[in-house]
DNA sequence: AATATAAGGTGTATTTTTTACACTAAGCAA
DNA sequence: TTGCTTAGTGTAAAAAATACACCTTATATT
């Protein structure tokens, strides 16, 4: 690697998933220096003969093996003095995945030396600027999914309301009520309910609904917004 | 200037004026290849010893000779050939301006032949993917107007609640009630309204306004909206 | 001075959306 | 059978959004 750079730019990530009731991220631990030692969003130099947009499905499958998965620019990060070695322009794209539960993730790459899942409450200081990404990147999906049904990307395929509320609840951080949570999720009919109820718990088991791509497409011209 | 480019990258900016009840951006056409004759975004390479903020500002500076003008970052542009000479990663930038009427814009950079306002109407088709990133912010100042009251930046100082409302439908691109939009505008408390009059006038003189920024900080955790 | 012209400025009733709020039903476990 | 835990439901009140039309005021014209 060189010992400064010049004009070299990046594509960091912030990857998030849901895991029981829980918002996270996933952190890679540097294995090389600047910043040795410490937690950062995976990402890495773009090539030269790559798309950004590419780039940044090519750092989601090193991190967690998934293709194909929606990811959305957010804003590109380049003062100067925010890489020890050089001038760095770095895009930061997130993602948001479905989390099985039981899906490990195994980094590909050497820089890293372990991958971990975060709770969004839990983030560490973070390498060169990467705190501050990371806000920026939580402030838009914030926002967003007040007006955007990006949430069931991180849920299962089949959920409750009630996991799609708390879903809600943990990204904008505070409580809904559950009756107007669920008469005007309802109402936008973007939803089709299963003939399926929850299996393996130890109480009466919801109904499950699945995210209605078409409905969405015909009727979504609204707003969605949670104030309560 | 090389043949050929090596990871290189530029801002682009859309400087958006209001000016006799119409919404203009500022083109350059193009004195040099590629594109040579087209018009174009304002725009030029980075420095390397330049954050991307302050190559913002420069361009505008270059381009309409204003300093100190808020400028925000919508969007990267990072697809392989965009640029017919290799890979350029562009981040584009949005202002508004105060234009006053009489003020000309005299470019100063030497790589355009003339700079001209042009309403978002008819703007032709431009140089590189410019029209992309026309769309692309136009999009978003749109969006953003509903909720933060960026449109006082395009208006003179002092100005009538018409002129506001002229502003709303040129950029929303519809027409609005003019009882509801007073009644809805004024609700927020963020303008002051002054002890002056229009002046110059074949008819009755409005009463001017003025945003006000400290009214403006205490009330406005609201957000703007208009759907008629 | 009278009249015409053109935009300024204002209020209310209706509909829609948002909010607040609490109990019964169902399923499992002990 | 009882207890525990979450599922699931409705209504009334408040707030916000919408639809809608006429009188006022300043200037220009005759």
Redesign the pocket.
Known sequence: MPAHFDSVFTVDCIIFGFDEGELKILLIERNEAPFKGWFALPGYFVENTEAIETAAQRILYESTGLKGIYMEQFYTFGALGRHPQGRVITVAYYAMIRLTGQKDVKPVSDFAKQAVWVNVKDIPELAFDHSRIFRKGFEKIRNKISYQPIAFELLPEKF???QLQNLYEVILNKKL????F???MLSYDILKELDEKQKG???????LYKFDKRKFAKNFHKEL????
């Open positions: 409750t309301l009630t009520d559950k009756r107007n669920r008469k005007k718990v130890s109480y009466r088991a919801a109904k917004s949670f104030s309560k």
